[in-house]
């Protein structure tokens, strides 16, 4: 069973025509992390640094929301939100898993295509955002949704949320 990527981004709409993704960017891939210091060398405690995010990054089909994923990151426009949906396809999907940032901006935004390739050109954007939350959702053994389990963390405030 494949899964289904949906970004919202407040003020960027997409061209999702999924009934509970409407008007949303779908993603072909996408990825985020972070690393934080720590050391375990002789007279330390393993003492741990500042978490450093590294930039929410995604690949998608060139859309509508090209040329404003563009604008935005030309100008450095701060946009409210944007929440990732990941969802299990088939006859039943489910959104499992949520990653939501807050006070985001457009990093980067690269275009490509290939000439002679049947593929369409592609969005290679990141975002940095100054919160992230975190929402997964366990699949039970008869296919529903488990409880959530939810983090965070707030790169302002060097807390988790």
């Given at each position: 069973m494949a899964d289904?990527?949906?970004l919202e981004i407040d003020g960027i709409e997409g061209e999702s025509h999924d009934a509970r993704?409407?008007?949303?960017i779908e993603l072909d891939g996408w990825s985020f992390g972070g690393a934080a210091s720590g050391s375990f060398q002789a007279g330390?405690?393993?003492g741990a640094g500042k978490f450093n995010a590294q930039d929410f990054q995604f690949t998608a089909k060139v859309s509508k929301a090209s040329p404003l994923l563009f604008q935005a990151c030309a100008t450095g426009k701060h946009l409210p939100r944007a929440t990732l949906t990941a969802r299990k396809a088939g006859a039943n999907p489910q959104d499992y898993l949520k990653i939501t940032q807050t006070d985001v901006l457009i990093a980067s935004y690269q275009q490509s295509g290939s000439s002679g390739s049947d593929a369409p050109p592609r969005d290679q954007v990141s975002l940095t955002y100054?919160?992230?939350e975190l929402e997964y959702k366990p699949m039970n053994p008869d296919g529903s949704l488990g409880g959530s389990v939810k983090a965070g963390f707030d790169l302002k405030t060097n807390r988790p949320v």
């Open positions: 289904e990527y949906f993704h409407q008007d949303e330390g405690g393993a100054a919160k992230i």
